[in-house]
């Protein structure tokens, strides 16, 4: 087993990744509103536990004009496009949902019944300091 980075170092990839999506593409003025770090578990194919771990980062997009959103979309699949990122699913115009993947990161950007926007990324999985544990 090889080791991988550490599950802050994602953490704050993921981060700097929403970070400099949202910079590039809301209007002066915004702010976003994190929502904490969610570790999860990965597991391989036939659903075990690996031992290794995955985070996401996620905000609420705040002080922006929400009749602006569709623009904000657009202006984010220009931006993945243009900074190395895959689109994976555009779920426009049914319902306002956007992700793309780079690196074994996959960032997305929805919108809630109420039109609130959500930028977040989950990381790959890596061992938490990582380092593989070692065997018995």
């Not at 002066?28 to 969610?38: A, R, S, V």
């Not at 391989?44 to 009749?67: C, E, F, H, Q």
């Not at 956007?98 to 929805?110: F, G, H, K, Q, V």
Request: net charge negative; charged share 20%.
């Amino acid at each position: 087993m090889e080791t991988t980075a550490s599950l802050v170092e994602v953490q704050a990839n993921a981060d700097k990744m929403v970070k400099d999506a949202a910079n590039a593409v809301f209007a002066t003025g915004f702010h976003l509103t994190d929502q904490g770090p969610q570790p999860l578990q990965c597991n391989d194919a036939s659903d075990r536990p690996t031992g290794k771990v995955l985070t996401s980062v996620n905000y609420w997009v705040d002080g922006i004009d929400k009749a602006a959103n569709a623009t904000y979309f657009d202006k984010l699949k220009t931006w993945f496009t243009t900074n190395g990122w895959h689109v994976e699913a555009d779920k426009r115009p049914h319902d306002l949902f956007l992700n793309a993947s780079r690196d074994d990161y996959l960032m997305s950007l929805e919108a809630s019944t109420a039109g609130r926007l959500n930028i977040g990324a989950s990381t790959p999985c890596v061992w938490r300091d990582g380092t593989p544990p070692a065997s018995h």
